[in-house]
């Protein structure tokens, strides 16, 4: 990709897109400006990365043909206002925060301006992003496809609607979060059971990568994919058992009701 890219805002979900974009090998790191507030952290991503220290959002603004939005979501529509009238014509402004709609972007950028709304997850930084992308009427084909070339380099994109961000929110850009917990609760168990902790953590996560490849690589149910898992009288369904009386699914489903819900009323 020939474009420059321009991050304004660059914290744990921007160093995740940053780090996943520069590890693809797709974009160099002197196609990269950045801009944050503490002139420390900016020095250090261009140490760690090589990137373009820029003085600030509005030079990210006036150089990048690609910029990330990668602020807050309470401070992103005054961050953008502040460098609206820094952009190109053809400027292509990507958000990624959760809860700010196209409307509103395009109220604190300009109505003629071409916006992608996003939602990524920081498992980019792995290469193993999952990021959905809605574009507004204004945003061509080609956009569509940088957007989603970008988001490529490090895991996989989407198109959605727009109204499709909350469950998104709730399955995917939140998600690490609670499966991070699920992660470190086996490996609490394990370590009850006797296993160093560090052990723990690497069987505990390779357990439940490989489960995430099974399904998405197979093709088969999940229900199918954890019947395999249970042989008669063996030691699983007695885990699944105790999962069902603790009401494992219920509160896993309760818990993104939950999320969606605030994403929604973020969105208001
Ligand atoms: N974390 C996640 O898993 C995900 C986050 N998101 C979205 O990503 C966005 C960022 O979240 P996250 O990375 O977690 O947040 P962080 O707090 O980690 O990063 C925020 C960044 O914004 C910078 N910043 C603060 N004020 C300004 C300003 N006035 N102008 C320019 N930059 C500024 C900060 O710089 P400094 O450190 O110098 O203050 C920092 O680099 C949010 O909108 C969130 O909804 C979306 C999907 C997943
Ligand atoms: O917690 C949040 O609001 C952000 C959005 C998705 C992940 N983190």
């Known amino acids: 990709m020939e474009k420059k890219i321009g991050f304004i805002g660059c914290g744990n979900m921007g160093k995740a897109i940053l780090g996943g974009l520069i590890a693809s090998g797709q974009v160099q790191p002197g196609q990269i400006w950045v801009y944050t507030p503490s002139p420390d952290k900016v020095a250090a991503l261009h140490d760690q990365y090589g990137i373009n220290a820029a003085q600030s959002a509005q030079e990210v603004a006036q150089i990048a043909d690609i910029v990330f939005g ?31 709609t196209l409307d509103q972007l395009a109220r604190a950028l300009g109505h003629d301006r071409k916006i992608v709304r996003t939602m990524p997850n920081t498992p980019s930084l792995v290469n193993a992003g999952m990021t959905s992308i809605t574009p507004n009427a204004l945003v061509t084909q080609e956009d569509i496809a ?25 399955v995917s850009g939140s998600a690490p979060a609670y499966v991070f917990m ?79 819900a605030k994403s929604e009323q973020m969105s208001k």
Do not use: W
């Open 70 to 100: 990668a602020v807050k979501p309470n401070i992103m529509i005054k961050v953008l206002s502040d460098v609206a009238s820094s952009l190109n014509k053809e400027t292509l402004v990507v958000s990624i925060a959760a809860g700010i």
């Open 146 to 170: 940088d957007v989603l070339n970008i988001f490529r380099c490090f895991g996989a994109a989407e198109v959605i609607a727009e109204p499709m961000i909350h469950p998104v929110v709730g």
């Open 182 to 260: 699920f992660i470190e609760a086996m490996a609490d168990a394990a370590v009850l059971g006797g296993m160093p902790r560090a052990q723990a953590y690497k069987f505990a996560a390779q357990a439940v990568m490989g489960s995430a490849k099974m399904v998405l690589e197979t093709g088969k149910h999940p229900g199918e994919l954890k019947d395999m898992v249970c042989s008669p009288g063996g030691t699983t369904i007695e885990a699944v058992k105790v999962l069902e009386e603790k009401g494992f699914r219920a509160a896993v489903i309760d818990a993104i009701e939950a999320c969606m």
